[in-house]
């Protein structure tokens, strides 16, 4: 019921910034708690940043101070703003959202994005 569709990614110097959006088509009552993940290559899939339905935020340690999630007014769009970029945060970036529990039936359990691949240079 919904997709979502990653961009912003692209080629940063160490020190730079990036914004990424996600943004979501279809019926937006499917979206929950919404979420950037990464993973580089080679290694897991990493949560970095979180923001719920009331608009609460929770950052993985290794961002914390440096990267901003935050929502559009029309709930579709989704951001991650970057700052102070490391070669450690090159990974693919994929937007993520959990459908509220009252809409899991219509919606689905949660929703992905294909990715937007940031790369940082020293």
């Known amino acids: 019921q919904v997709q979502l569709v990653e961009s912003g990614g692209g080629l940063v110097q160490a020190g730079g910034s990036l914004t990424l959006s996600c943004t979501a088509s279809?019926?937006?009552?499917?979206?929950?708690?919404s979420r950037w993940y990464r993973q580089a290559p080679g290694e897991g899939r990493e949560l970095v940043a979180q923001?719920?339905?009331?608009?609460?935020?929770r950052y993985a340690d290794s961002v914390k101070g440096r990267f901003t999630i935050s929502r559009g007014d029309a709930k579709n769009t989704l951001y991650l703003q970057m700052n102070s970029l490391k070669p450690d945060d090159t990974a693919v970036y994929y937007c993520?959202?959990?459908?509220?529990?009252?809409?899991?039936?219509?919606?689905?359990?949660?929703?992905w994005g294909k990715g937007t691949l940031v790369t940082v240079s020293s």
């Open positions: 279809g019926d937006t009552i499917c979206i929950g708690t």
């Open positions: 993520n959202a959990d459908s509220p529990r009252i809409v899991v039936g219509y919606c689905g359990v949660d929703h």
């Open positions: 923001i719920d339905e009331e608009g609460v935020t």
